[in-house]
Every structure is written in structure tokens, then in C-alpha cells.
């Protein structure tokens, strides 16, 4: 911003104060020339006004009204060229601007007023300079805060200090605002709250509007036509030309940070995807080495299948995020957090698959659980979902059929258990047992869970010597990769054995 001081410095002989040594420091917008008797119709406020006095130096009276409009008008200084009209300065027009407050210069007699203006515009040039300048150091520093681990943080607080103020990053998902400083994390609610107001489609500007009577000014970040979160920014001060520049920069950054997280999440989501289908299509050592050259944690061995009704990407999207405001039986375990954290999942035919680690599911989230908003009860009214009991790796295909047959008939709302419809797989191992030329392994294991396991009385029943048996029952076990032992499984097998029977 040029002031009155620098203009004239600038000068020297050629604009000088009427009646004091130096001008202030009174910032100057701008020059304006004007002979009319109120010129303050072509004014904004803030200039100086340049006159030869004609409206007027002849009259005491002319002058106060004259120098009042100014005042009112927010004009900082009167510029008085003589020579025209006026060979000296009146004493009633110093009095008229010590009164109302306008700083009075004077332009000698031959000085042009254009000289003046040429002197304004140099110093806008140099401060202009010198402005972008200091914003291109601190885009360049803000620029290299973004490639450090922690980017988010330290762009963040570069920004709020180089604007003296605090700036906040709410991204458009369930982890936690980045505020700096810490004390406006009071303003992070107000801020989610503006959010809403913005349209999900399109291209949305930014917002202004006050907080405890602060004006703030709210930045979509956006990659391609998405909102990946909101930049929300108070400086407590107009924000200048320099202070514009360096938030679009932040907001560039944020961009491609969360352009380069979409493209993370979209790899992860195809090799997750990639090691989903292995597995439910009867493949679990070829997603083990999927998922070991992708760097994935390590395979559970019990999963529980949670099944969606969705149509694209997007609306998997918008499903996984209502699943929050989904009622379910208390019989079933919350599934919401790691629904977003599973990496797992795969659409096939209108249907998605999340294979949920079920030894996660019983544990606490990382974060509080955020409050599902309203799109996210909208959505869920519509969303049909089901979970499977927990299965080994071995059994998920067997029971994709029932877990497709579950979902058509689960209501829309609501979590539905469809451990009921798990039988699939029984069925499948009975015909696995029976398939098998080598051994009789189905008489082997129906009198095996005949007698609960009692090595003596199950060779007894079958003639064969109990090593016999203990080795049939070794090759059934690792013919249908299920643990015999295992009450759940032997309970369903036994079921299926019986329905065979009958």
C-alpha cells in the first residue's frame, strides 16, 4: 500500500505538505484530478484528490462544505495545484482541512498534476515488486513443506503464519481437521457446518462469512470435479493481492496431495479388489502372494463377509459411508469402522464384498465415530446390507450363493444377519468327502462326529484300525481345508451329513 510519506518522498519539490514538515502515513489508493464542485460521486474512498482549487478557494464557506464531502467520503488528502487559480493558499482552506481532518498537499505553480499520478504508479510498481516477491518465497517454501511426511500439518501452519492469523484442512472424510493454531480448533465445527452449504457438483467457489464477528473465507479442495475437504482461513485483516496468491497455492497443493491419495486408493483398491476375487473364487494361496508382493497386511484367517446392494463406484462410495447410520440387531458386531478401512472388498454383479477381518471387529475404532450426516441417513434408508458368519478363507466360496440369495430377500435399512442362510458350504464338503475314490473319507467323518471325536469308538464302528482313521481324518481335514475340531464347522458338517442321511 502507497502512503501519503512515500509519495512525497517521491516528489520532493513537486508535492510538499501546506502546514506541517512531513505528510503522514495515511495510506493512498489512488490519484484522482477533478475540478467539479463534489467530486466524491467518482470516488471510492482513500485517494488523493488533486484540484487547483476553482471549486472552492474563493470562500471560507465553500471550502468546509467542500473539504466535509471529502471527509465523508473517506478521501485521505487534498492535493492543491497553484498557479491557476490560486497563487497562494488561502488560510481558510488550512483551516477547512485541519478541521475536517484532509491532509492538505500543495503542487507548485509548473509542477503537472500527471506528475504526480507517474510518481503514484511508480511506487504501486515497486511495492508490487516487492509484495510478489515476498509471496513467491513463501509459495516456495510452502511448496517444499508439502513434499515433508507430515505435508498437511506444515502447509497448514505456513499458511496461517504467513497470513498472521489461523487456517484449518477438514477433509472430506472421517479423519480429523488439521487447525493451526490450536486454539481455533473451536472454529472446526462451525466450519464442517458452512461446508454443508456448498454444492457436490460442479465447480464451487469459496465462501465468506463471519465467525464471532471474524470474517473467514472457506476453499473447496478439489481434484478434477470431487471435494476432497474444505481450507478454512481468518487473518483477522483484509486479505491483499500477495495473501490471495499464497492461499490459491495452498489450496493447489492440498489439490494434489489428495489427487496423489485418490490415485494411492484407487491402487490399493484394485490389488485389494484383485486379492478379494482370488479368494472367493477358491484361491487363497494365489491371493496370499497378491497380497504379499502388494505390501498388504497379512490375510485373516476367519473373515466375515459383509455384502452391499450398490450399482457403481460411487454409490459403493456413498454405501460404505452410511453404513454408520445403518440400525442392526445388537446381535451383530459394528461394522462401519472397519468397512472403511477394508481393503478387501469387490463388486461383482451390483454387489459388494468386504471380507472384515473378524478379529478386528470386536476392537475399538482408531477415532471417534463422527455423527452420520444427513446424506448418509438419506442413503442408508435405501441400502440393503447383510453379514456373514465367520468364515475361513477356504469357505467363502461356497458360501457366495446363499450370501447373494440372503441379500435379495434382506429389507432395505437395516444390517441383516444372514448367518442363518450359511449352509452352502456344508453341503459342499459333504460332496467333496463323497467324491473322493481313494478312501472312504465320508464314513470316516460322519462316524468320527458321530462319536465326538473318540478315536477307539469310531474305528470300532468302522472295522479299520484307529491310525487309519486318524489318518483319513488328516486327509479330509486338508481335502476340504476346514478344522474338524472346530465345534462351528462340525456342527454344520454333521447337520449336512444327516440331511444326506435322510
Request: hydrophobic share 45%.
Amino acid at each position: 500500500m502507497i502512503t501519503l510519506l512515500q509519495l512525497g518522498s517521491e516528489l520532493g519539490n513537486e508535492f510538499f505538505p501546506a502546514d506541517s514538515t512531513t505528510f503522514s502515513a495515511a495510506p493512498v489508493t489512488g490519484v484522482h484530478i477533478s475540478e467539479l464542485e463534489d467530486p466524491t460521486t467518482y470516488l471510492e474512498g482513500g485517494e488523493l484528490l488533486l484540484t487547483t482549487g476553482m471549486p472552492f478557494g474563493h470562500s471560507a464557506t465553500a471550502s468546509l462544505a467542500y473539504m466535509q464531502r471529502l471527509k465523508d467520503k473517506d478521501v485521505k488528502a487534498l492535493g492543491l495545484g497553484l498557479g491557476p487559480w490560486l497563487d497562494t493558499v488561502p488560510q481558510h482552506v488550512i483551516d477547512a482541512c485541519r478541521q475536517t481532518g484532509v491532509e492538505l498537499g500543495i503542487v507548485p505553480d509548473g509542477a503537472p498534476f500527471q506528475s504526480v499520478s507517474r510518481a503514484y504508479w511508480r511506487l504501486s510498481a515497486r511495492d508490487d515488486t516487492v509484495n510478489l516477491m515476498s509471496s513467491l518465497g513463501t509459495q516456495t517454501a510452502l511448496a517444499r513443506a508439502a513434499i515433508r511426511s507430515d505435508a498437511i500439518n506444515a502447509v497448514v501452519r505456513g499458511l496461517a503464519q504467513a497470513l498472521g492469523g489461523w487456517a484449518a484442512f477438514l477433509p472430506d472424510d472421517p479423519q480429523p481437521a488439521t487447525v493451526y493454531p490450536a486454539s481455533a480448533q473451536g472454529f472446526v465445527p462451525l466450519l464442517r457446518q458452512e461446508s454443508q452449504r456448498f454444492p457436490r457438483t460442479g465447480m464451487p467457489s469459496a465462501s465468506t462469512f463471519g465467525i464471532n464477528g471474524q470474517a473467514v473465507v472457506l476453499y473447496p479442495i478439489l481434484a478434477g470435479t470431487r471435494i476432497h475437504g474444505f481450507l478454512g482461513v481468518g487473518s483477522g485483516r483484509t486479505l491483499t493481492k500477495a495473501d490471495r496468491q499464497i492461499i490459491m497455492t495452498v489450496c493447489m497443493l492440498l489439490s494434489l496431495r489428495a489427487r496423489q491419495r485418490e490415485l494411492m486408493v484407487s491402487t490399493n483398491a484394485a490389488l485389494g479388489g484383485a486379492t478379494a476375487k482370488l479368494l472367493l473364487h477358491g484361491q487363497p494361496e494365489s491371493a496370499r502372494l497378491v497380497a504379499q508382493e502388494a505390501g498388504m497386511d497379512e490375510l485373516p484367517s476367519r473373515v466375515r463377509v459383509l455384502a452391499l446392494s450398490v450399482g457403481d463406484e460411487a454409490e459403493a462410495r456413498s454405501a460404505i459411508q452410511s453404513l454408520g447410520a445403518l440400525p442392526a440387531s445388537a446381535a451383530l458386531p459394528p461394522v462401519a469402522d472397519a468397512a472403511a478401512r477394508c481393503q478387501l472388498r469387490f463388486t461383482d454383479d451390483a454387489v459388494l464384498y468386504l471380507l472384515l477381518d473378524e478379529a478386528q471387529l470386536g476392537k475399538a475404532p482408531a477415532a471417534p465415530a463422527q455423527e452420520p450426516d444427513a446424506g448418509a441417513r438419506e442413503s442408508a434408508r435405501s441400502l440393503r446390507a447383510v453379514l456373514s458368519a465367520p468364515l475361513t478363507l477356504a469357505e467363502l466360496p461356497a458360501n457366495l450363493p446363499a450370501l447373494r440369495q440372503a441379500l435379495s430377500g434382506a429389507p432395505a435399512g437395516e444390517l441383516s444377519d444372514a448367518g442363518a442362510d450359511f449352509d452352502a458350504s456344508a453341503q459342499t464338503w459333504v460332496e467333496a468327502l463323497a467324491a473322493y475314490t481313494r478312501a472312504d473319507l465320508l464314513s470316516a467323518v460322519t462316524q468320527y462326529l458321530r462319536h465326538r471325536g473318540h478315536w477307539e469308538d469310531a474305528s470300532r464302528a468302522l472295522g479299520i484300525h484307529r491310525n487309519s482313521l486318524r489318518h483319513r481324518i488328516t486327509v479330509a481335514g486338508d481335502l476340504l481345508g476346514i478344522d474338524l475340531d472346530d465345534p462351528d464347522i462340525s456342527a454344520s458338517l454333521w447337520l449336512a451329513l444327516r440331511r444326506n442321511q435322510g
